[in-house]
């Protein structure tokens, strides 16, 4: 691209998606800080929170392959503009769903509109991007998503305890609605739709797959021994994250060591803090410093493990609170072993089918998630006692340490399974099978 205009034009064209990834994720991580209010108002157990949020991850694993389709079809501009849209009616219908029901509509139309988000936004930034910049992008894509789940902690108790929580879901839904309607005016596809060269001569896009070639694809990814294993660290490592972090962890710490909501929310954004560190850190570690895959998942995901066995302690030797916030960072930063994840996949298959390979890589982890998430308020409603705050339900500490031991036992296997990962030495490696 030439003329002062490209680079202005590219930077918008990169930078306005950022607004709806942010909410994207936020929304990911946000039901943890509203758990209670949400159990006041619709009288809620835990396994019913736990399937109000599963909802989210259901979506995303089932939209993990149509999701690049609408891209292709639609294209990003309007795939982004009707995912930002439908986040925004569904965090509005959220905050304003007299009952149960329809608070679940409404995080089913949230989780809907998320899961077309960022495959749109690479779709795009491969048309405005030149090949070298791409990593930036997906690293850029990553920070963009932990800062939307540093907002959902600390910050987003402060304004639900200003506006109250069906007021500031209203309020975020509003917010996400101007970002949609941005992206719609200001978004083009290529920068052939606004007059100038593209950015690199590439072939016209390709057309979407076949519904045969499709099927042969995901047969090819899932046939192939080496994609397992990186897949299967990533799914047990986000699951039992987000986990934590999105959902148990505020209510963890406000019925075990009895601090307020919005001191919880503290503790826990210094775990979103530290996904922040560990995304523009560890790609940047695998690719440029070590030019390694395989070393830096054993390393993380053992340290991710160990947290966890830390946190799964029982009760006699329980860890005081000063020690959960470096504790927290390190179960964020660790948790970043996922963007590694993201970029062993494709290389280990066929290179002709890279968005097979990156969708598939979210379907165990969403799937997962989503059945941790209702398991998860199953266990902690079978231990229950009885104990109620103002209408809230207090769970013991015993109920948590059965959840956390799950996590931490999920975490081992992740770390163990990390040792069967093939190295690629930041290459694809893939072979035609005879």
């Keep these: 691209m030439t003329g002062a205009r490209a680079p202005r034009v590219r930077w918008v064209m990169i930078l306005v998606p950022v607004g709806i990834y942010f909410f994207s994720y936020f929304h990911r991580i946000a039901p943890a800080v509203v758990v209670e209010d949400v159990m006041v108002a619709f009288g809620a157990t835990g396994a019913m929170i736990g399937l109000l949020t599963a909802i989210y991850p259901w979506l995303f694993a089932t939209m993990a392959l149509p999701a690049g389709t609408l891209a292709d079809t639609l294209g990003p501009r309007w795939t982004l503009t009707a995912g930002g849209a439908l986040m925004a009616v569904g965090s509005m219908a959220f905050g304003l769903a007299p009952t149960f029901n329809g608070a679940f509509g409404g995080r089913l139309l949230v989780g809907l509109g998320s899961s077309v988000i960022l495959i749109a936004w690479l779709r795009l930034g491969s048309a405005w991007c030149r090949p070298d910049e791409l990593a930036r992008l997906a690293g850029l894509s990553q920070t963009v998503g932990s800062i939307g789940g540093l907002v959902g902690t600390a910050p987003l108790a402060l304004l639900v305890?200003?506006?109250?929580?069906?007021?500031?879901?209203?309020?975020?839904?509003?917010?996400?609605?101007?970002?949609?309607?941005?992206?719609?005016?200001?978004?083009?596809?290529?920068?052939?739709?606004?007059?100038?060269?593209?950015?690199?001569?590439?072939?016209?896009?390709?057309?979407?797959?076949?519904?045969?070639?499709?099927?042969?694809?995901?047969?090819?990814?899932?046939?192939?021994?080496?994609?397992?294993?990186?897949?299967?660290?990533?799914?047990?490592?986000?699951?039992?994250?987000?986990?934590?972090?999105?959902?148990?962890?505020?209510?963890?710490?406000?019925?075990?060591?009895?601090?307020?909501?919005?001191?919880?929310?503290?503790?826990?954004?210094?775990?979103?803090?530290?996904?922040?560190?560990?995304?523009?850190?560890?790609?940047?570690?695998?690719?440029?410093?070590?030019?390694?895959?395989?070393?830096?998942?054993?390393?993380?995901?053992?340290?991710?493990?160990?947290?966890?066995?830390?946190?799964?302690?029982?009760?006699?030797?329980?860890?005081?609170?000063?020690?959960?916030?470096?504790?927290?960072?390190?179960?964020?930063?660790?948790?970043?072993?996922?963007?590694?994840?993201?970029?062993?996949?494709?290389?280990?298959?066929?290179?002709?089918r890279p968005g097979v390979a990156i969708g598939l890589c979210n379907v165990p982890s969403f799937t997962l998630l989503a059945a941790l998430q209702w398991v998860t308020g199953a266990m902690l409603d079978a231990g229950w006692r009885g104990q109620l705050a103002g209408a809230r339900r207090v769970y013991p500490f015993a109920a948590y340490h059965a959840v956390w031991a799950l996590c931490a036992a999920l975490a081992i296997g992740s770390a163990l399974i990390a040792w069967w990962v093939r190295e690629t030495r930041c290459r694809n490696v893939w072979t035609r099978p005879r």
Excluded: Q
């Design 161 to 352: 305890a200003a506006l109250g929580w069906r007021t500031s879901f209203v309020a975020i839904g509003g917010l996400t609605a101007v970002v949609a309607a941005t992206s719609g005016i200001l978004i083009r596809d290529r920068p052939e739709a606004m007059g100038l060269p593209p950015i690199v001569d590439r072939p016209p896009p390709a057309p979407a797959m076949a519904l045969g070639e499709l099927a042969r694809g995901v047969r090819a990814v899932l046939g192939n021994p080496h994609s397992w294993p990186p897949v299967l660290v990533g799914g047990g490592v986000y699951s039992t994250f987000v986990t934590f972090l999105g959902l148990w962890g505020v209510p963890y710490l406000s019925h075990v060591y009895g601090i307020d909501r919005l001191e919880a929310s503290r503790y826990t954004a210094w775990a979103a803090l530290g996904t922040i560190v560990g995304a523009i850190s560890v790609g940047w570690l695998s690719d440029r410093v070590l030019g390694r895959r395989r070393l830096p998942m054993i390393v993380l995901a053992a340290a991710y493990a160990g947290v966890w066995c830390l946190l799964a302690l029982p009760d006699s030797a329980r860890l005081p609170l000063p020690a959960l916030r470096p504790l927290c960072f390190l179960l964020g930063f660790a948790s970043s072993v996922v963007a590694i994840v993201f970029a062993v996949v494709p290389e280990v298959n066929d290179p002709a």
